[in-house]
């Protein structure tokens, strides 16, 4: 178990982590975001935990033109307020719009988000941080930046939960910050 304190950041992926994937699709309004079960008591004690919260999400659907980023912006708008409202805090969301092929640094599993987050919060220590995510990208940028990676997932292979790219699989985000402290 990790010895997590105020001087850890938690880096949170958005669609499978603290909401449910949207099959062949995407989350193009708030009313279509339906949270996991279990996130915003999670999110709440983990504003007790970690000094830091950020969400590194891809957004990709925005560079498909299924929903604008003023839209996008929407969504996260109303999602911070909620988590406020919960007792929660995300300290900022890191957004990366592009596609696959775009050869963007932001695109997972690049790090650019985790560097601007950096940038942003300069006592952010990788060494210091977890990323949650619900997919190898995710893993991978957390491995490329140094941090401690938490798989989770419902549905999940044996291959994907034993990958040497995860440190701990747990079922959802819930699961995972009941494990702290």
């Not at 952010?124 to 957390?142: C, E, Q, R, T, W």
């Amino acid at each position: 178990m990790l010895a997590v304190d105020k001087s850890w950041t938690l880096f949170l992926d958005r669609d499978g982590v603290i909401n449910e994937l949207v099959e062949k699709g995407y989350v193009q309004t708030f009313d279509e975001m339906i949270f996991i079960s279990g996130t915003f008591e999670a999110l709440k004690k983990a504003a007790t935990i970690f000094g830091r919260i950020v969400i590194v999400t891809t957004q990709r659907g925005v560079a498909q033109k299924q929903m604008t980023l003023d839209e996008l912006n929407l969504i996260h708008d109303k999602f911070l307020q909620k988590v406020n409202i919960e007792g929660g805090r995300i300290d900022k969301i890191y957004q990366c719009l592009d596609t696959w092929d775009s050869g963007s640094l932001y695109r997972k599993p690049e790090i650019g988000m985790a560097l601007h987050a950096k940038e942003d919060f300069p006592e952010i220590d990788f060494s210091k941080s977890v990323m949650v995510g619900d997919f190898l990208a995710d893993m991978n940028f957390g491995r490329k930046a140094g941090m401690h990676n938490i798989f989770v997932a419902e549905k999940s292979t044996l291959e994907e939960n034993n990958h040497h790219l995860v440190d701990d699989f747990h079922l959802n985000l819930s699961g995972f910050i009941s494990e702290l402290q």
